[in-house]
């Protein structure tokens, strides 16, 4: 079966860091992109990034850009999504999610559960 | 950056009645990069239609969806129980974006 499967839900205080994962199984983790979605309280979908495991080809929203860091660790087919310094206003769930077989000109077709982030002091 | 704009924002309908939701875009879109997904409360969102009208696996026949340019449709031919949601469309390939997303509750 394919799926994704993102970790647990974190707590943390302002000024902390975080890096939360999403590991794929049940096909070829290097040969699809995976972007990240945050999903703030009670609101809307929005698409924060993605990367190309295969050569760790990495594109950002410009809303994100800098903000966050996407990474992947090919050797246990696991996604990162990381903040250096979280803020209140990260609090939000997040989402990895697959793009389909025709890569980044293709609809995210596997999610992942979500992972809530809770930032507060 | 495109905008796309889903209207309306909550359509309150009782089962078996057909449902029309709009996304529009603010500038043209083609339609192979046009998704629609379901959502529902304390779920993932799930794929239901990409390239504008084709159906992902396992997605029954009374979703549909049409449109090109600017303007796209998702019908959803007679509500089922499960099929009260939240739904969003969403361009994709290049810059990805979604759209604020549409509440079908019942009536």
């Known amino acids: 079966e394919v799926q994704l499967v993102q970790s647990g839900a974190e707590m943390k205080k302002p000024g902390e860091s975080l890096k939360i994962s999403c590991k794929g199984s049940g096909y070829s983790f290097t040969s699809y992109w995976i972007g990240w979605v945050r999903q703030m309280p009670g609101k809307g979908l929005e698409w924060m990034g993605i990367?190309?495991?295969?050569?760790?080809?990495?594109r950002y929203s410009p809303s994100f850009q800098g903000q966050v860091t996407i990474s992947a660790d090919t050797s246990i087919s696991t996604a990162y999504l990381q903040w250096s310094s979280l803020r209140a206003s990260d609090t939000a769930m997040y989402y990895c999610?697959?793009?389909?077989?025709?890569?980044?000109?293709?609809?995210?077709?596997?999610w992942g559960q979500g992972t809530m982030v809770t930032v507060s002091s | 950056e495109i905008v796309l704009t889903q209207s309306p924002g909550t359509l309150s309908l009782s089962p078996g009645e057909r449902a029309t939701l709009s996304c529009r875009a603010s500038?043209?879109?083609?339609?192979?990069?046009l998704a629609w997904y379901q959502q529902k409360p304390g779920q993932a969102p799930r794929l239901l239609l990409y390239?504008?009208?084709s159906r992902a696996t396992g997605i029954p026949d009374r979703f549909s969806g049409s449109g090109s340019g600017t303007d796209f449709t998702l019908t959803i031919s007679r509500l089922e129980p499960e099929d009260f949601a939240v739904y969003y469309c969403q361009r994709y390939g290049g810059s990805p974006t979604f759209g604020g997303g549409t509440k079908v509750e019942i009536k």
């Open positions: 500038q043209s879109v083609s339609s192979s990069y």
């Open positions: 390239a504008a009208s």
């Open positions: 999610a697959r793009h389909g077989y025709g890569g980044i000109s293709d609809a995210f077709d596997i």
């Open positions: 990367i190309y495991p295969g050569d760790s080809d990495t």
